[in-house]
């Protein structure tokens, strides 16, 4: 069944994520906060996987250029030509390449090579997921806190406080590199 403006702009939900299907894999994805963005399940035709791409936040994009931005993804072999896939600078490559700089600068004693690993475990489990895709300059500072929220979930301290302190890096990092303006 088809979406319709009506639909997404009354639709939320108040205690997880959920996805609202439209039509040949889009999907509204409303989060608890409200934050609602587009998202476009394909599989890859190279590795045959399962993919999940988001394509924009709505009320930026309307149901209408959500569409058509997923046709134009199709069209083009599941791949965008003009200035995304390749150049779009999302936080999974901020956070790889924030991650390579650390262990390139870190000493080699076997303390400091566990707490890179301990950063990388951070990394896949607790902030990838929900942060990985996004292009970086669209993250707000209600998606970190969501992520930081959901570690707080698990009722412990300790990761809490190491997420904060790698997103804190990362975000320093991208403003050294000129990925952003500011931490935010």
Not at 8 to 15: F, G, I, L, T
Not at 27 to 50: A, F, M, N, V
């Amino acid at each position: 069944m088809s979406l319709t403006d009506i639909k997404v702009r009354q639709a939320h939900c108040k205690e997880k994520t959920c996805f609202l299907s439209d039509e040949d894999g889009l999907s509204l994805k409303i989060e608890p906060s409200g934050r609602k963005s587009w998202c476009y399940r394909y599989t890859d035709p190279q590795t045959k996987k399962r993919r999940r791409i988001q394509l924009g936040l709505y009320p930026d994009l309307s149901l209408k250029k959500a569409r058509q931005v997923r046709d134009d993804f199709k069209d083009n072999n599941f791949c965008f030509e003009h200035d995304t896939a390749s150049n779009l600078i999302t936080f999974g490559k901020v956070g790889e390449e924030w991650l390579q700089f650390k262990l390139k600068n870190a000493f080699n004693d076997l303390p400091r090579c566990g707490v890179l690993q301990l950063a990388e475990r951070c990394l896949q489990q607790d902030i990838y997921p929900d942060l990985q895709d996004l292009p970086f300059q669209n993250i707000k500072r209600y998606d970190l806190v969501s992520v930081i929220k959901k570690i707080e979930g698990r009722q412990v301290k300790e990761p809490v406080k190491k997420a904060c302190s790698y997103l804190n890096q990362i975000y320093d990092y991208a403003v050294a590199m000129g990925y952003c303006e500011f931490n935010i």
